[in-house]
């Protein structure tokens, strides 16, 4: 297929990237520093264009002729106003799917995120009637943040496009993605808590965590996955939690990362009154569409490794 993806040089589009190059795809890849992975330059079935999502006219050029879109790009800060992510984040996502419908392009694969119900994971969920345990794609959007509710208008929008169009439209839902960097010059997530936890136990230092604070990590490598086999399917409007079976605390990863270091820290664990019984994102979706279903403990000591070795060539 003949693919435009954005933000296929970031940290989860990078893992999907090489994915969709292993499975023989052509990509276009709308980057602002088409040069960021020099690895990606060297790939003959990519095309790096240098550009960003306020560009109508590229992003119009680069759709047309297109099979599938794969839209990963964000532009998140905790910093904007409402109508700054709105024009940022959700604009973007309803022009480019305007454009591909218009243009009968077939498939476009919208990234979301576990932020569209953010208020349920931080404290939203004592507040409702029903109490939600274990949250699923038909689960009512609860955002509590601009991001979220940027996520959730995306998605209503989208919902509204595949309705009023032939393109089937699909969403991915990542929760907490890790992993090491690709390549030379990519990234991983941006999320500091494995390096802090690393390097407090490579310090000896006491470690202060949030009593059963944790969630089903997801490899962004099994992430990758998902997309794939979203792009190869037949499935429309179907919302999928990019996210591993089982919940793992941040406890369990000190833990870990204390054992690996050889270290004397201790854990501090604050009770901020966290249940024992967390909130789990309904996976079986991918389970029974595609075969899939993740365990990223090994990934998760890999990660720590990774961490380990930059402390010890500090």
Not at 187 to 198: C, G, H, K, P, S
Request: charged fraction near 25%.
């Amino acid at each position: 297929m003949n693919i435009f993806l954005t933000g296929g040089t970031g940290f989860i589009g990078s893992y999907v990237t090489l994915e969709l190059v292993k499975h023989k795809h052509k990509v276009t890849i709308l980057a602002r520093n088409p040069n960021k992975i020099p690895e990606f330059q060297k790939i003959k079935q990519l095309e790096l264009v240098e550009g960003d999502l306020s560009d109508i006219d590229l992003l119009e050029k680069l759709i047309i002729g297109k099979d599938a879109c794969i839209h990963i790009a964000v532009n998140y800060s905790e910093q904007k106003t409402g109508w700054e992510i709105l024009q940022d984040d959700t604009f973007p996502t309803v022009l480019m799917s305007n454009i591909a419908a218009r243009e009968n392009v077939k498939h476009f694969i919208y990234t979301s995120s576990t932020s569209a119900n953010d208020s349920l994971y931080s404290g939203g969920a004592e507040e409702l009637e029903e109490k939600i345990k274990i949250v699923d794609a038909k689960t009512k959007q609860h955002p509590a943040t601009f991001y979220g509710a940027t996520k959730a208008a995306s998605e209503n929008f989208l919902m509204a496009e595949s309705h009023l169009s032939t393109m089937r439209i699909n969403i991915i839902r990542p929760g907490y993605t890790f992993g090491n960097p690709v390549a030379e010059g990519a990234r991983t997530q941006a999320d500091t808590r494995f390096q802090n936890i690393v390097n407090k136990a490579f310090n000896n230092e006491q470690i202060t965590l949030t009593k059963n604070d944790g969630t089903q990590f997801i490899w962004a490598g099994d992430l990758a996955k998902l997309y794939i086999k979203v792009l190869h399917s037949n499935v429309n409007r179907k919302t999928y939690f990019g996210l591993s079976k089982n919940f793992t605390s941040w406890y369990e990863i000190a833990k870990e990362a204390i054992k690996k270091c050889n270290s004397k820290s201790k854990i501090l664990l604050e009770d901020k009154g966290w249940s024992d019984d967390p909130l789990m994102w309904d996976v079986s979706d991918m389970k029974e569409d595609f075969g899939l279903e993740f365990d990223p403990w090994e990934k998760i000591k890999e990660h720590l490794d990774y961490y380990i070795d930059l402390e010890k060539n500090a």
